[in-house]
């Protein structure tokens, strides 16, 4: 692949290379879907999206209706498997948000919602398994931790409080696998969808027996694991007649959209480290091994037998911005924007911005955001701007544990809805991680990386089009010193509030 250019844009249909990749991204806010030539741009004329969004609760309610996803990805093929493509799409690829999962019946059908990896129901469930298993242990077989992010105690959380759901349910799955068995007739579990559970030996690619059994289901309830390498040819005919331009491609089984999104951006090994900001947030960095030992505020997810994605989410960025949007009152004529991009200054609160708990470093599913150092005087710009600093923060905590393993990676590109709409904040986080920040600007970045994936095997030999990108922001000197003050706050008040 070609380092990160500031090449973009679509190409003609007629000057594009084959074979292409009908790309498809399942998102928090919505389904997604593109054509991609063998050199990774987007090809002319395609692109189509189908809003939804998550039903939440006060309970730690988070779900998706998932038979409406599948019609949401049949409208996405009818609009772009059209016959102008005929015999030049190679693949299907697709991705979902991490840790999804619905119980399936006998006969295909979803007997449950799609529970979403923001549903923090099972708490009680979490704590439970942290008294059973070593959770050291587990973490350094899976990569995970014990966190209702995960399916174990999803799993279990369902058995005890649903058990007539639950003895329906004779698969598990996630989103993207039932996508591919409504409409493909086949499906399988991408090795990093299957490490995202949070069940699977990081090791051997293998379910885990005592994570499953934990989780109260048999490993055959769940889906055969397979590698990028390995794609879905054996499709129903239905595919061929009703998408005749989809006739001899290969269906790619579904990933985690964290290592999409670590691919569309360029961070593909330990060179680069990717921040992803959107809704939820991550640090992640791609390696080429199996790392040893891992520190306990990470995460370490299979991607196939030789790569492996190293990093840490952040649930509540996005959310952190339209929670600012929806309650806190800025100056006329301020905007969230502007606030980032003043000087830092001693009357922002000090804030946990865990809106909807905390997954890394401390894995604490109950946190819930903490302002602190709040007076009569403390104005709405001063609260955005404690909030976007608490953000930052909580990238740089997962930052200073990914070194402790990859190194200090030289490039951090930022991505995400949240990098777009509020730019400034890439120069909160630059100066919080005290390393420069490269703004990704290639839209769709996760889908870009979703049909990377795919040409990894369809046109391995072929160049790729880096992503553009945008002006590299450096820390400001002079603020070193007020974030290392913050950041230390922050682990007070963490310490004495969370734990």
């Known amino acids: 692949m070609s380092a990160p250019s500031d090449r973009g844009g679509r190409v003609p249909l007629d000057r594009a290379q084959g074979p292409f990749v009908l790309a498809l991204d399942i ?35 988070s779900v998706l209706d998932a038979d409406a996803v599948v019609g949401e990805v049949e409208e996405i093929l009818d609009a772009l498997a059209v016959s102008r493509l005929a015999g030049r799409v190679g693949g299907v690829a697709i991705d979902t948000f991490a840790s999804s999962l619905v119980g399936v019946t006998a006969d295909g059908r979803a007997c449950t919602p799609c529970f979403t990896y923001a549903d923090s129901r099972c708490g009680a469930q979490v704590v439970a398994l942290r008294e059973e298993l070593d959770e050291a242990a587990v973490h350094q077989r899976t990569g995970t931790r014990l966190h209702s992010s995960y399916l174990a105690p999803r799993l279990r959380w369902l058995r005890e409080t649903d058990p007539e759901t639950f003895r329906q349910a ?29 069940l699977l030996d990081r090791r051997t690619g293998a379910w885990d027996p005592e994570l499953v059994a934990a989780a109260g289901v048999d490993v055959e309830q769940l889906s055969e694991v397979r590698d990028p390498s390995a794609p879905l040819r054996d499709v129903a005919a239905s595919v061929a007649s009703r998408w005749p331009a989809l006739v001899g491609a290969a269906w790619f089984p579904a990933v985690a959209d964290g290592l999409s999104s670590n691919v569309g951006v360029g961070a593909v090994d330990g060179s680069a480290m990717a921040a992803s900001a959107a809704t939820s947030g991550a640090m992640r960095v791609l390696v080429h091994h199996v790392p040893d030992e891992l520190p306990s505020g990470l995460w370490c997810y299979r991607v196939d037998a030789s790569r492996s994605l190293l990093g840490g989410a952040v649930n509540d960025v996005g959310r952190a911005v339209t929670w600012l949007e929806s309650t806190i009152r800025l100056a006329a004529g301020a905007s ?30 109950n946190a819930r955001a903490t302002l602190t150092g709040v007076s009569a005087a403390t104005t709405g710009s001063e609260v955005a701007r404690g909030v976007l600093e608490g953000v930052a923060i909580s990238y740089a905590r997962i930052a200073d544990q990914l070194r402790s393993v990859s190194g200090p990676a030289s490039t951090i590109l930022a991505s995400g809805r949240v990098a777009q709409d509020v730019p400034s904040f890439l120069q909160i986080l630059a100066d919080v991680l005290a390393a420069p920040v490269v703004p990704v600007t290639t839209k769709r970045a ?54």
């Open 27 to 61: 998102g928090s806010t919505g389904s997604r879907g593109d054509v991609y030539d063998a050199a990774g741009q987007p090809v002319e004329g395609n692109r189509h999206k189908v809003p939804h969004a998550f039903a939440a609760g006060g309970d730690g309610t």
């Open 446 to 499: 996760t889908l870009r990386g979703t049909a990377l994936l795919a040409l990894e095997v369809l046109a391995p030999d072929v160049e790729r089009v880096g992503p553009a990108v945008g002006e590299t922001l450096t820390p400001v000197e002079g603020r070193a010193e007020y974030y290392r003050g913050r950041r230390e706050a922050y682990q007070g008040l963490y310490a004495a509030v969370v734990g």
């Open 170 to 198: 004779r698969r598990w799955i996630s989103l993207g696998e039932y996508v591919y068995l409504r409409l493909a007739g086949v499906t399988a579990a991408g090795t990093a969808t299957a490490a995202w559970t949070g």
């Open 336 to 365: 969230l924007d502007t606030v980032a991009a003043a000087e830092p200054g001693p009357g922002a609160p000090l804030v946990l911005p865990y809106f909807s708990g905390e997954r890394a470093t401390g894995w604490a599913a």
